[in-house]
């Protein structure tokens, strides 16, 4: 549990961004084609033990993914960065949303 916390203490946009980087091939294998960070940590203002890490996945056009291959997907990525991630399909996303994750997003790849 003490590891945990030290490691979410150290997390910010740019250890996060790296990680992703890190684990392209893994997740563009698994179907992503780009994986936008947004949210308080793409801010800079995550209160890092209560804010969960949001990315936006771009899929594969034609990929079709379950809701277990997405869920796999998010708890992939929460078990990479040792924080809970909150993983939102690009085509899901509603006006408001889109326009504020457009105006903050830090594109992993």
Known sequence: M??????????DKSTIIA???????????AGIEHLPLHGS????TAVRE?????????????RR??????VAIEDRLTEM??????LSPASGLKEP??????REAIVAF
Do not use: C, W
Request: aromatic share 4%; net charge negative; charged share 25%.
């Open 50 to 62: 209560l804010s969960d890490v949001d990315v936006i996945a771009e899929f594969t056009p034609g």
């Open 97 to 102: 949303v889109t326009a504020q994750a457009a």
């Open 41 to 44: 940590y793409a801010r800079g």
């Open 2 to 11: 003490r590891e945990n916390v030290k490691q979410v203490a150290a997390m």
């Open 65 to 70: 993914l379950s809701l277990p291959d997405m």
């Open 81 to 86: 960065l040792g924080i809970r991630v909150d």
């Open 19 to 29: 990680r992703l980087r890190a684990h392209e091939s893994e997740l563009k294998a």
